[in-house]
T-cell receptor, first 115, second 114 residues
Framework: DAEITQSPRHKITETGRQVTLACHQT?????MFWYRQDLGHGLRLIHY???????NKGEVSDGYSVSRSNTEDLPLTLESAASSQTSVYFC??????????????FGEGSWLTVV | DQQVKQNSPSLSVQEGRISILNCDYT??????FLWYKKYPAEGPTFLIS?????DKNEDGRFTVFLNKSAKHLSLHIVPSQPGDSAVYFC?????????????FGKGTHLIIQP
């Protein structure tokens, strides 16, 4: 079965360190997204991509970067981790740019703690 | 400014009764609305959706109602079951834009009591 996987599922890192969260999907979806979920904020979009070599900033992109070198992967990098980036991160993918949302598939999440 | 609002952080309902989760939106451009369900340690999964051309959509025990004039939608679960205990996110999008425009509410934690 096609799926979307995130790694690591849990990570503790120190302030100032660079951290990369991996996301891999096997649906061959063009669209990929990174969200963060925080208490009191719901899901907020960090970065997204509509295809290889395409990346775009979302609502809360400061301190994060992504790259899209192939269809399957969209790694999320925290250049210099800050305590404010302690959160649960969800990767997601969907089929077409005009997708209305019901075929967005989410990964199981990556819990990141910055100490 | 929050464009999709779920004003109840939590809701407790007895098993077998009706659960009603509410959601309000402020952006008039939104024309497609969705509910996602999330269990602990899992990602959100799509539950049910409704287009702005409709005022009701049913799928088994789940019904979503849309009141465009009030910019309000609600999710009804009848009858409520223990497996319905989860966080429910309301989301909205302008279908003429990109999927990046999907905007989520803060979520409501539904607890079904035996």
């Amino acid at each position: 079965d096609a799926e979307i996987t995130q790694s690591p599922r849990h990570k503790i890192t120190e302030t100032g360190r660079q951290v990369t969260l991996a996301c891999h999907q096997t649906w061959n979806h063009n669209n990929m997204f990174w969200y963060r979920q925080d208490l009191g904020h719901g899901l907020r979009l960090i970065h997204y991509s509509y295809g290889v070599h395409d990346t775009n900033k979302g609502e809360v992109s400061d301190g994060y970067s992504v790259s899209r070198s192939n269809t399957e992967d969209l790694p999320l990098t925290l250049e210099s981790a800050a305590s404010s980036q302690t959160s649960v991160y969800f990767c997601a993918s969907s089929e077409s740019p005009r997708d209305s949302g019901n075929t967005i598939y989410f990964g199981e999440g990556s819990w990141l703690t910055v100490v | 400014d929050q464009q999709v609002k779920q004003n109840s952080p939590s809701l407790s309902v007895q098993e077998g009764r009706i659960s009603i989760l509410n959601c309000d939106y402020t952006n008039s451009m939104f024309d497609y609305f969705l509910w996602y369900k999330k269990y602990p340690a899992e990602g959100p999964t799509f539950l049910i959706s409704i287009s702005s051309i409709k005022d009701k959509n049913e799928d088994g025990r789940f019904t979503v109602f849309l009141n465009k004039s009030a910019k309000h939608l609600s999710l009804h679960i009848v009858p409520s079951q223990p497996g319905d205990s989860a966080v429910y996110f309301c989301a909205a999008i302008y279908s003429g834009g990109g999927a990046d425009g999907l905007t989520f509410g803060k979520g409501t934690h539904l607890i079904i009591q035996p």
